[in-house]
């Protein structure tokens, strides 16, 4: 009698666990899990990706009382200093959170390109008109296939050009120059389209390159010129906006899908704002930093329409040999 009493209060213990776990969920979707999350950005802690990335982990750990906490990583800290392991690292769960461009990511998929292809948009009206609309869309469906879960655009900027030879006004002016380019695919062919001699030297040796002549220029976006002082070794700047470099605030899809709703909105509405808070920042900055080279002593030259023309006629084999590893559907997503 006493082992037949006790055998049934057990199988009533367990089946009140059992409704206990039903009722509170999984354990992976629970309102109270706690998170120490780390989060990797390419530059350094004086930038606005730093800064920006810095407002989420504060946002995060006031919002749920210090259930959430982010630890942020410059220089990816978290990956050796490589960009591009970073996020390999990121799509397979091994870091949870990074500020990286789409120049990056296409690394893992040809399709990132498209949003750096050349002479694509104009000025910034027609990078928010596609990024808020079918084009950043159809981006994050990319960032969805290789596992992250996008939060949000940040902005490095037009890429210019700087030499030290003579005023880029035409493509004719380019031929012959010896340009430091990102070690991209795309951005190989695209200079010798243009007829320059691309160098894919890593970012370190670019100002020393540029003192000894090495090199006759390179192309980056303003921040990346003003804070490598590259005013000291280059006297022209060429402002065509001929490739834009848009940030991706991204998180780990399989750690975003095992959180609750609750902290899947979270995390979305407070990454939204820190990516557009980075925005604000490298938009206040950059103009700033404009002045600040002019007053150094660089030549700004800006195109006039009709230029403008003629580089993205220059450019058009490019769009030939690219559309279908871009893919039609998405080139035109991004057509302003």
């Known amino acids: 009698m006493k082992k037949k009493l006790l055998f049934l209060v057990s199988i009533g213990l367990i089946v009140s666990l059992l409704s206990a ?24 802690e ?41 996020v390999e690292l990121l799509s397979r769960g091994n870091i949870d959170l990074t500020f990286n461009s789409t120049i990056i990511y296409s690394i893992l998929d040809d399709r990132f390109g498209v949003a750096s292809a050349p ?30 879960e996008p939060l949000g655009f940040g902005q490095n900027g037009f890429r210019q050009v700087t030499n030290s030879a003579h005023p880029i006004k035409s493509p004719g002016d380019i031929d012959g120059l010896d340009i430091r380019i990102p070690g991209i695919t795309m951005y190989t062919d695209l200079w010798r389209e243009l007829g320059a001699n691309p160098s894919t030297m890593t970012f370190s040796e670019v100002f020393t390159s540029l ?19 590259l005013e000291e070794v280059q006297d022209y700047i060429t402002m065509w906006n001929y490739s834009y470099d848009p940030l991706v605030l991204g998180i780990n899809k399989e750690l975003y899908d095992s959180m609750s ?28 930093q404009i002045e600040e080279l002019k007053d150094a002593g660089m030549q700004f030259y800006y195109p006039t329409d009709e230029e403008l023309d003629a580089f993205q006629e220059a450019v058009q084999p490019i769009y030939d040999e690219y559309e279908d590893i871009w893919g039609s559907d998405l080139l035109e997503a991004f057509t302003p």
């Open 21 to 44: 776990c039903s009722e509170g969920g999984s354990a992976g979707s629970a309102e109270n899990e706690s998170y120490e999350l780390q989060m990797s950005v390419t530059v350094t």
């Open 46 to 86: 004086t930038s606005t990706w730093y800064e920006a990335a810095e407002k989420l982990a504060q946002d995060l750990e006031d919002e749920t009382d210090g259930r959430i906490t982010m630890e942020v990583y410059p220089n990816e800290g978290l990956s050796n200093g490589d960009s591009g392991q970073a």
């Open 261 to 288: 709703e609750e902290d899947q909105e979270l995390i979305s509405r407070l990454g939204a704002e820190a990516a557009d808070y980075q925005v604000e920042l490298a938009r206040e900055k950059e103009a700033e």
């Open 211 to 229: 003192q000894q002549g090495a090199i006759d220029g390179q192309e980056n976006p303003i921040d990346v010129i003003h804070s490598s002082k």
């Open 119 to 148: 002479f694509l948009f104009r000025d910034l009206e027609e990078v928010d008109k596609v990024f808020n609309g079918e084009g950043g869309e159809a981006i994050n469906e990319v960032l969805r296939d290789i596992g992250v």
